[in-house]
């Protein structure tokens, strides 16, 4: 039976759409395990109601198929998706959810679907700057560097394996072109970050505000950065010291949203 996709709805997300830009492709994986011949990275297109690759057919049988699908698509992956830090500025990308599954021609035999549910790849980092009760001025916040001896700043992701074979670049992530961001005004910086385990189970966080450098080593919950996780810090600035005022940890994907499988 050949296997296309009715629906595809992400895990939560702070945006208004709950389902994925139908404009956009989603990218299939399969593995050569049971006798199938494997794929990385078919694109796939919303067609006629439903999501299909863009070529070929992917067919199930009696043998159980070994799949993966994510969103949005990367046109540069191949056997693995590639990754990098960066700043949530609204670009989808920062939502990348990928599902390992397994299919089979009985499995949608009268169902017609395979309900699964998205999992994001990377760990979320909030910062939200408050001005102390010494400081009275209200300067630009301009830059920000998170650091730890074990973040990278790129790396990639395997979908069928589920895991992340590698990571390069820099051990830290820094913003030096900020802007709209002025201390009073509760400014908030939201990145996406590679998930690592950190060494000594602390974030170093540098910030530069009015054009002075401050810096704070908070311990972040169970010393990670987790996937589908996500980190709110609270700083407090005074003109000469920065103060962690809070740290919360809640799951980026609050709730489960099932994609919808069928056979065509």
Not at 32 to 37: A, I, R, S
Not at 94 to 119: G, P
Not at 135 to 162: C, E, F, I
């Amino acid at each position: 039976m050949p296997l296309a996709i009715s629906q595809v709805d992400l895990p939560d997300k702070p945006v208004t759409r709950a389902a994925v830009n139908q404009s956009k492709h989603i990218g299939f994986y399969l593995s050569n395990e049971n006798g199938y011949t494997s794929f990385n990275n078919k694109e796939g297109q919303y067609s006629s109601g439903k999501w299909i690759p863009v070529s070929g057919t992917v067919n199930l049988g009696q043998n159980t198929a070994k799949l993966a699908v994510y969103y949005p698509y990367v046109v540069t992956a191949e056997a693995t998706i590639p990754l990098s830090a960066a700043v949530y500025d609204g670009d989808e990308s920062i939502f990348l959810c990928a599902k390992r599954f397994d299919a089979t021609n009985q499995s949608v035999y009268k169902t017609n679907s395979i309900s699964l549910v998205l999992e994001h790849v990377y760990a979320r980092l909030k910062i939200t700057l408050a001005r102390g009760n010494n400081y009275s001025a209200k300067p630009s916040w301009t830059g920000l560097k998170v650091q730890n001896t074990t973040m990278r700043s790129n790396g990639t992701y395997n979908p069928l394996l589920d895991t992340y074979p590698s990571t390069s670049g820099n051990n830290y992530y820094e913003v030096t072109a900020m802007t709209d961001k002025v201390l009073g005004d509760n400014p908030t910086t939201d990145l996406r970050l590679i998930p690592c385990t950190l060494d000594g189970g602390t974030l170093d966080i540098t910030i530069t505000v009015g054009g002075k450098e401050m810096s704070v080593s908070p311990a972040i919950p169970d010393g990670a950065l987790q996937r589908g996780k996500q980190y709110n810090l609270t700083i407090t600035v005074d003109p000469t010291s920065l103060t962690m005022s809070s740290i919360s940890t809640l799951d980026w994907t609050s709730s489960a949203v099932s994609g919808s499988y069928e056979t065509n």
